[in-house]
């Protein structure tokens, strides 16, 4: 079955350092979805990617979709401490076998020290 | 517009007994996904459903069941709990069109001794 793959499973940075998390698809997506869980809380969502090669910006953060439509990245410049959590991509698949079914990396979770 | 709700937040229960959780989407959704989060396996997908049927199911045994109601409210059900049934509940909802983005509610805590 579908496999989505993130590294790294833990990232430790001192505020104002950058980082990255990325995601890998065993197969083509549809499109993916970028999340935020902060301790103790729930998903939250950030970004919908659609379209190959596509870039998107949040303030600090930058989504890129690969061309091949298997591979994303998440890039948060100059961390700071609200950016503490765990970030998660998750794959939509087209087809109506797929309705409803988000496929979750493990997600990488972010420690910023201050 | 008020998000996914879900109650109860936070569940006690012993092995053998059989629970009920509910969901409730954003007005105007008409589809509920369920999710099972732990610390080993992440999320993971237990089903879909839109206008009270099930379109998706994940790879969960049969103990864990699900319906949706006409005014979109869903509810899953997971009988004879196991140790290894203790999880965040996750329920999210969208408006049931392929591609969309899910909102997900703040979960049940189920802890099962």
């Known amino acids: 079955g579908q496999q989505v793959m993130q590294i790294p499973q833990y990232q430790h940075v001192q505020e104002g350092e950058d980082f990255t998390t990325y995601c890998n698809s065993s197969t083509t997506l549809s499109n993916i979805q970028w999340y935020k869980q902060r301790p103790g809380g729930h998903p939250v969502f950030l970004i919908q990617l659609v379209k190959s090669g596509e870039v998107k910006k949040q303030k600090r953060l930058t989504f890129q979709f690969g061309e091949a439509k298997k591979n994303s990245s998440l890039h948060i410049t100059a961390t700071q401490t609200t950016d503490v959590g765990t970030y998660f991509c998750?794959?939509?698949?087209?087809?109506?076998?797929?309705?409803?079914?988000?496929?979750f990396g493990q997600g990488t979770i972010l420690t910023v020290h201050p | 517009k008020a998000g996914v709700t879900q109650t109860p937040r936070y569940l006690i229960k012993t092995r053998g007994q059989q629970v009920t959780l509910s969901c409730s989407p954003i007005s105007g959704h008409r589809s509920v996904s369920w999710y099972q989060q732990t610390p080993g396996q992440g999320l993971q997908f237990l089903f879909e459903y839109f206008s009270e049927t099930q379109r998706n199911k994940g790879n969960f045994p049969g103990r864990f069941s699900g319906r949706q109601f006409s005014n979109s409210r869903s509810e899953m059900n997971v009988s004879t709990l196991e140790l290894g049934d203790s999880a965040l509940y996750l329920c999210?909802?969208?408006?049931?069109?392929?591609?969309?983005?899910?909102?997900f509610g703040p979960g049940t805590r189920l802890t099962v001794t």
């Open positions: 999210a909802s969208s408006q049931g069109l392929a591609g969309e983005v899910w909102h």
């Open positions: 998750a794959g939509s698949m087209s087809g109506g076998t797929s309705y409803g079914k988000l496929t």
